[in-house]
C-alpha cells in the first residue's frame, strides 16, 4: 500500500498505524496522509492508496491548471467507504 512513497507496504503486511496526538494530527491533514491512518483506525489499505491518488493529482492538476474532477474530489473525502475505487479512479484519469 502507498501512504507515502518512503513508506510503502503490502498489504498483507500493513499494520494500523498508532493514533497520533491531537497537535500532531493536524499538521497532518494539511499533508498527504489520510485521516483514517493518522488517527489509527484503520491500516493502509486501498482506499487509502485512492486518497493518496486522488492527493497527488489535484496537485498536479493546479499546477497544469486543470480543473480536477468529481471523482478526485470524491477520493479526497474523508470517510473511506465513500472514495471511488481503484477503476473509477483511473477512469477518471485517463484521457478521453
Known sequence: MLIDFSKS????????PSAKLPHIREQYKKNNI???????KEKPSVTTD???????????????????????????ENRAERR????ASKESLSPA
Do not use: D
Request: charged share 15%; proline share 2%; glycine share 4%.
Open 9 to 16: 507496504v503490502l498489504a498483507s503486511t500493513a499494520k494500523t
Open 84 to 87: 471511488p475505487s481503484v477503476g
Open 50 to 76: 485512492v486518497y493518496s491518488l486522488a492527493f497527488l493529482s489535484k496537485y498536479v492538476n493546479k499546477f497544469l491548471k486543470f480543473e480536477v474532477n468529481a471523482t478526485v474530489k470524491e477520493a479526497l
Open 34 to 40: 489520510v485521516l483514517e491512518l493518522v488517527n489509527g
